[in-house]
């Protein structure tokens, strides 16, 4: 008899704890309201307790956008990740929250982000984060980047080698590697090789983690996040043991790190491990799926793609196959940049830039409480016809004459936070181009399946291709 009754008095017991919940999630919307003039923005207010919105916003987040910003104007509140967000979608809100009202925000990444990363309440503090700015800033700036261009080069040629046995590849797969590599060699002189392969898989497990929700189970992402991170972190702890015992000179990022330790300002081991992650994942997952629309949009376009391809046999025509690429080469990428940009703009790569205010803020009529998280969608904007006219068709012509006007166009971000990594991901992606155009032709090797979206966006299936020398 006892079976039963347990059962009944749990299922009602669950449901009295949920009306609790969306009791309280309804006060407490109502309750930060009723302080100030201006009030939250409008949303749904009943929404699945701890998860709200999430699955809808992951199955699709720029349609989860427009349906919003359809209902309930341009500003508006959701729940996700099992927080109280507020959505900013215009170029005007995204500047107020990333750049004229910075220093009233922290950066309001999901809590499974912050728990995976670890010591991001240190990192966070604004001395730790200047410095760490002035540190990584050095060593990414456009004169120190001319000399990478030659590793870069090599890796990329590296990376391409093996398309010459093979039919079908990957791309998404491919760019990773490439992006992975290139992005250990600048952090932590590291080489390709086994150790690398098993660190780029435990990256994947964490990337997979970051957008989870932050449910410690066996079977969760979040859960195989956590220890992919912490086999990742004995791995740099050796790294930075190793340098410590052995006075070697690297000039590289790590370096860079290690070298600036200040009296009283020493970034601790946590710190280092927590910033290596944080660089490697900045540098690799936006990068690879960037360059995978970049291959998807040329393809799509044959007329741009066969410029291009001009442009780079330019380049090619006064060198050996064998030369490295030079910074003067780079120069030259003209039309291939214009790509670029329009890549990122239409690529919907950077869903949102979340933000946490430190304390009750007001812009434009709505409030943003403290503690609430605040997104700043700048794909919501680069796709609006009001900001780019016709802004689902592929025309880097947009970026030339100087381009879009000031504040529309946020792909690195803005302000105090705005991308470090803006030269070297161009750099990176403007290489591998050039040794695809110059040597490949390829075609999709599916159907278009849509979008994928987990992380960042790419084209469903990472957009398997046909390669064929050229
Ligand atoms: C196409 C590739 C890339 C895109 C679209 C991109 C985009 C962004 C964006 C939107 C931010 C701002 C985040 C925020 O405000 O919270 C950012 C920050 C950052 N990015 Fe990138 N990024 C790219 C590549 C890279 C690369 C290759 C690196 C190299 C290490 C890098 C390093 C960083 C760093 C260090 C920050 C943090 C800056 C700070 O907190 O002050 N990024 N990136």
């Given at each position: 008899?006892?079976?039963?009754?347990?059962?009944?008095?749990?299922?009602?017991?669950?449901?009295?704890?949920?009306?609790?919940?969306?009791?309280?999630?309804?006060?407490?919307?109502?309750?930060?309201?009723?302080?100030?003039?201006?009030?939250?923005?409008?949303?749904?207010?009943?929404?699945?307790?701890?998860?709200?919105?999430?699955?809808?916003?992951?199955?699709?987040?720029?349609?989860?956008?427009?349906?919003h910003i359809a209902r309930f104007g341009e500003t508006?509140?959701?729940?996700?990740?099992?927080?109280?967000?507020?959505?900013?979608?215009?170029?005007?809100?995204?500047?107020?929250?990333?750049?004229?009202?910075?220093?009233?925000?922290?950066?309001?990444?999901?809590?499974?982000?912050?728990?995976?990363?670890?010591?991001?309440?240190?990192?966070?503090?604004?001395?730790?984060?200047?410095?760490?700015?002035?540190?990584?800033?050095?060593?990414?700036?456009?004169?120190?980047?001319?000399?990478?261009?030659?590793?870069?080069?090599?890796?990329?040629?590296?990376?391409?080698?093996?398309?010459?046995?093979?039919?079908?590849?990957?791309?998404?797969?491919?760019?990773?590697?490439?992006?992975?590599?290139?992005?250990?060699?600048i952090l932590c002189s590291l080489d390709p090789g086994?150790?690398?392969?098993?660190?780029?898989?435990?990256?994947?497990?964490?990337?997979?983690?970051?957008?989870?929700?932050?449910?410690?189970?066996?079977?969760?992402?979040?859960?195989?996040?956590?220890?992919?991170?912490?086999?990742?972190?004995?791995?740099?702890?050796?790294?930075?043991?190793?340098?410590?015992?052995?006075?070697?000179?690297?000039?590289?990022?790590?370096?860079?790190?290690?070298?600036?330790?200040?009296?009283?300002?020493?970034?601790?081991?946590?710190?280092?491990?927590?910033?290596?992650?944080?660089?490697?994942?900045?540098?690799?997952?936006?990068?690879?799926?960037?360059?995978?629309?970049?291959?998807?949009?040329?393809?799509?376009?044959?007329?741009?793609?066969?410029?291009?391809?001009?442009?780079?046999?330019?380049?090619?025509?006064?060198?050996?196959?064998?030369?490295?690429?030079?910074?003067?080469?780079?120069?030259?990428?003209?039309?291939?940049?214009?790509?670029?940009?329009e890549t990122m703009r239409t690529s919907h790569l950077?869903?949102?830039?979340?933000?946490?205010?430190?304390?009750?803020?007001?812009?434009?009529?709505?409030?943003?409480?403290?503690?609430?998280?605040?997104?700043?969608?700048?794909?919501?904007?680069?796709?609006?016809?009001?900001?780019?006219?016709?802004?689902?068709?592929?025309?880097?012509?947009?970026?030339?004459?100087?381009?879009?006007?000031?504040?529309?166009?946020?792909?690195?971000?803005?302000?105090?936070?705005?991308?470090?990594?803006?030269?070297?991901?161009?750099?990176?992606?403007?290489?591998?181009?050039?040794?695809?155009?110059?040597?490949?032709?390829?075609?999709?090797?599916?159907?278009?399946?849509?979008?994928?979206?987990?992380?960042?966006?790419?084209?469903?299936?990472?957009?398997?291709?046909?390669?064929?020398?050229?």
């Open positions: 008899m006892e079976g039963p009754y347990t059962l009944v008095s749990f299922v009602l017991g669950g449901i009295l704890l949920l009306l609790a919940f969306l009791l309280q999630q309804k006060k407490s919307h109502e309750r930060s309201s009723s302080s100030t003039t201006s009030s939250i923005p409008r949303g749904y207010n009943w929404t699945l307790p701890f998860f709200g919105e999430t699955f809808d916003f992951l199955k699709d987040p720029h349609n989860f956008h427009l349906k508006f509140y959701a729940s996700l990740f099992g927080e109280n967000c507020i959505v900013v979608t215009t170029p005007e809100a995204s500047k107020w929250v990333l750049q004229t009202a910075q220093h009233y925000f922290r950066p309001g990444y999901p809590r499974s982000v912050t728990t995976i990363v670890d010591a991001t309440e240190s990192i966070y503090q604004p001395q730790f984060h200047s410095r760490m700015r002035k540190i990584v800033g050095s060593t990414l700036y456009p004169e120190a980047l001319q000399n990478y261009v030659k590793y870069i080069d090599a890796v990329a040629r590296i990376s391409l080698s093996s398309w010459k046995f093979k039919k079908t590849v990957n791309l998404y797969d491919e760019m990773k590697r490439y992006t992975f590599f290139v992005a250990s060699k086994p150790e690398l392969e098993e660190m780029a898989l435990n990256m994947e497990k964490v990337k997979n983690g970051f957008l989870s929700l932050h449910i410690d189970l066996p079977f969760t992402r979040y859960h195989a996040a956590l220890k992919a991170r912490d086999a990742l972190y004995r791995s740099f702890k050796k790294i930075i043991d190793c340098r410590r015992n052995e006075g070697r000179r690297y000039n590289d990022m790590l370096e860079a790190l290690m070298l600036s330790d200040e009296p009283g300002q020493k970034f601790s081991d946590a710190q280092l491990q927590a910033l290596i992650l944080s660089l490697m994942f900045a540098g690799y997952e936006t990068t690879s799926a960037q360059l995978v629309w970049a291959m998807k949009r040329l393809h799509d376009n044959p007329e741009i793609l066969e410029a291009v391809k001009a442009e780079h046999d330019a380049i090619r025509k006064s060198k050996l196959k064998e030369d490295s690429l030079n910074w003067g080469d780079i120069k030259e990428m003209k039309l291939t940049l214009r790509v670029i940009y950077d869903v949102f830039i979340p933000r946490e205010p430190l304390q009750d803020l007001e812009y434009d009529g709505s409030l943003f409480p403290r503690g609430w998280k605040i997104h700043a969608s700048i794909s919501a904007f680069h796709l609006d016809p009001k900001v780019f006219p016709d802004p689902y068709k592929f025309d880097p012509s947009r970026f030339e004459n100087g381009g879009p006007p000031p504040n529309t166009y946020m792909p690195f971000g803005n302000g105090n936070r705005k991308c470090l990594g803006s030269e070297i991901a161009k750099t990176q992606m403007l290489i591998l181009i050039h040794h695809i155009v110059s040597n490949y032709r390829w075609e999709a090797a599916g159907p278009d399946q849509g979008i994928q979206w987990w992380a960042v966006a790419i084209p469903k299936g990472g957009y398997p291709i046909r390669v064929q020398p050229r």
